[in-house]
């Protein structure tokens, strides 16, 4: 089956990196956070683990960043400059995955190396990449030690409103997984594009069965 090469190392390294140490950051969060709801390890355990695989977080970030900084694949973040385009493709996609995708419909998405992302995906990575994942570091690095940081923290409002904030991306976190896995299991088979997060390699038939890779 042809096959088009869409994850390039740093990105996949950086993947994985990134989504097993967001579990461990959920788990020992939920434990920080809600003490005695679940005992999976002692609180101060739950605090040093917590910490130290933020701080790998944070540097590990910059994989990607500066992966994207410095190619020209940063093209597949913005493939389609006219905004009215990208709402209308945005929209045909999640009519898709809302309604279409339960009939037998294809995916109106063709994967190609400058589009390997879908506009939802291309929009929502992006704030999630340059607006919440930052804001969560920052918040959290405030929070690591608020003596330190207390003049910015009372700039931003004190503890309490940091805290909310950083509580309120965890649990965007906690649910986005859930729907980052589902979505991840929608391609043409179920392993199919987490597959190719781990080669590299999306493999591309078209609803007939026919190679799509020559058309882009
Ligand atoms: C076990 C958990 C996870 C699985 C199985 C998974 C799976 C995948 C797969 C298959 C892709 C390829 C493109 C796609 O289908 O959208 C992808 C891309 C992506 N994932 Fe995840 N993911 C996981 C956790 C996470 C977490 C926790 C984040 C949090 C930020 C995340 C952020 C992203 C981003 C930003 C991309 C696009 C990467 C790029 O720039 O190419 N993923 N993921």
Redesign the pocket.
Known sequence: MPRIY??PLP?RIW?WI???G??AMIVTGFQIRYIGLIDLMSFRSAVVLHEWIGFVLIGNFFI?LIF?LFTDKIR??HPELNPMKHFQSSLRQAMFYGYGIFKGDPNPHHVSVYE??NSM?SMS?QV??LLL?PLQFWTGVLLWDVKRFSGMIDVLGGVRVVDTAHVLIFIF?SG??FM??Y??TL?HTRMA??T??ITGYEETPDEHGHAEANKH
């Open positions: 869409v994850h990105v993947h990134n989504a097993f967001f579990i990607w994207y597949v973040y390997k992302f995906q990575y999630i990449m994942v976190f986005f997984i980052h896995i979505l991840a391609g594009h987490i190719s997060m």
